[in-house]
Nanobody, 123 residues
Framework: QVQLVESGGGLVQAGGSLRLSCAAS????????MGWFRQAPGKEREFVAA????????RYADSVKGRFTISRDNAKNTVYLQMNSLKPEDTAVYYC????????????????WGQGTQVTVSS
């Protein structure tokens, strides 16, 4: 069972940046598609970004396209989410998750999840 641990969240002013990290246990990280999701208070969890096992394919929610960048370092078993030009509406708990196969997948296809890291953007 893979374990995923997010870090890097915090409080930032609007327009600022944060980089989230998600470290995975185990030896098969390089075979996983990885995703970032977020859940704001009172809202359902939503997709943010995904990256293929090689890093060659990425996918973003329209709301973050052009501001967020997902990347991975398979040697470090880590996936990152660089978040720039942050807005108050980006405030949420951010989760990483893993799956096998295509980045074009439903949230329910991701089968292991981290505990989340809080991101708060003040106006």
């Amino acid at each position: 069972q893979v374990q995923l641990v997010e870090s890097g969240g915090g409080l930032v002013q609007a327009g600022g940046s944060l980089r989230l990290s998600c470290a995975a246990s185990g030896r098969t990280f390089s075979s996983y598609t990885m995703g970032w999701f977020r859940q704001a208070p009172g809202k359902e969890r939503e997709f943010v970004a995904a990256i293929s096992w090689s890093g060659g394919s990425t996918r973003y929610a329209d709301s973050v396209k052009g501001r967020f960048t997902i990347s991975r370092d398979n040697a470090k078993n880590t996936v990152y989410l660089q978040m720039n030009s942050l807005k108050p509406e980006d405030t949420a708990v951010y989760y990483c998750a893993k799956k096998y196969g295509s980045i074009w997948a439903e949230q329910s296809d991701f089968d292991s999840w981290g505990q989340g890291t809080q991101v708060t953007v003040s106006s």
